[in-house]
Every structure is written in structure tokens, then in C-alpha cells.
């Protein structure tokens, strides 16, 4: 005779508190409806893509009456952060211009995509999941843009010429 699974327990509160030194694995922590303490589990960051993907997959739960699911997208939408208003009497050309202290980039296979995120581990945290085409044209373009920057800048004697 099997034994039946035993209830799930019910996570109010689910953080990514920081990376372990090997940096190939994540430490996370869970609060639970039945205990005041937070458990502090080590999830490996390879094993996060295959959540994804099985939260991908997923169907949500819906009502009887409800019609049949959509098809899931291919690459899900990334949450959209508020536009910040443009400064009064600033023109509306303006970038703002932000110089990440880290970033890193990973492949996500079973989406096809790369994901590159600037300032990992930060509130500042931002992300992009870029077919293989646009990464390679991303790569070209970039490697061109540091080759103009490691020109020296024309001197007086070049003028001159």
C-alpha cells in the first residue's frame, strides 16, 4: 500500500536572499503559513531554468465556465516598469544612460533565447532575452563601438596633416 503525499505546505513569502561562493548556486529562503521561521534552502541556479520552464508549461487552474487557454507566448513578457516622467523643459529625445557595475549572460535552451542581465543582485536589476540572430548582431556591433574606442583620438599633429 502507497502512502499518500503529504499536504504542500502553504509559502506566504519566497526571496532570493544572495549567490554561495562557488556562484553557481543561489541561496533562498521560504516563509510558511505554518511556521514564523524562515527556512534558508540552496538551489542550485542551473536547476531556475527548469522551473521556468515547467511554470511554463503549466496551465493555470480556471473556472469550469471558463473558455479554453491561449497558447502560451514564446518568450513570456517581462514585467513592465513605470515610464519615469521626462523633467519639465527636458526634451523628450532623452535617454537615460545607466553603466552597470556587472552583468551576465546565460543561455536558456529549452526558450532559445539568451538572457543577459545588467547588475545582477541589485534592485537596479535588468533583464533581456535575446534570440541567437540579435545576440550574434549585438556581439558585431559591440565589438565595432570598442574598436572606435580604442583609437587613439586624432592630436594637434594629425590635424596638421
Known amino acids: 500500500m502507497t502512502q499518500p503525499d503529504p ?4 509559502i506566504v513569502d519566497f526571496k532570493a536572499e544572495r549567490y ?4 553557481k548556486t543561489l541561496i533562498v529562503s521560504f516563509a510558511t503559513a ?3 521561521e524562515r527556512r534558508f534552502y540552496a538551489l542550485p541556479v542551473q536547476s531556475l ?6 511554470l511554463q508549461k503549466l496551465q493555470p487552474v ?8 491561449a497558447a502560451a507566448p514564446a518568450v513570456p513578457p517581462a514585467p513592465q516598469k513605470p515610464a519615469k516622467p521626462a523633467p519639465a523643459g527636458s526634451a523628450g529625445n532623452r535617454v537615460e544612460v545607466t553603466v552597470p557595475k556587472r552583468w551576465m549572460a546565460r543561455p536558456l535552451p529549452e526558450r532559445n533565447v539568451v538572457v ?3 547588475d545582477p543582485e541589485t534592485e537596479r536589476q535588468t533583464a533581456y ?3 541567437p540572430q540579435a545576440i550574434r548582431e549585438m556581439a558585431g556591433a559591440l565589438i565595432k563601438q570598442a574598436d572606435v574606442l580604442e583609437k ?9 596633416a
Open 62 to 69: 480556471r473556472a469550469a465556465s471558463a473558455a479554453a487557454p
Open 34 to 36: 505554518q511556521s514564523a
Open 116 to 118: 543577459m542581465v545588467f
Open 7 to 10: 499536504p504542500p505546505l502553504d
Open 129 to 131: 532575452a535575446l534570440p
Open 20 to 23: 554561495a561562493p562557488d556562484g
Open 152 to 160: 587613439p583620438a586624432p592630436g594637434p599633429e594629425a590635424k596638421k
Open 49 to 54: 531554468y527548469g522551473f521556468i520552464g515547467d
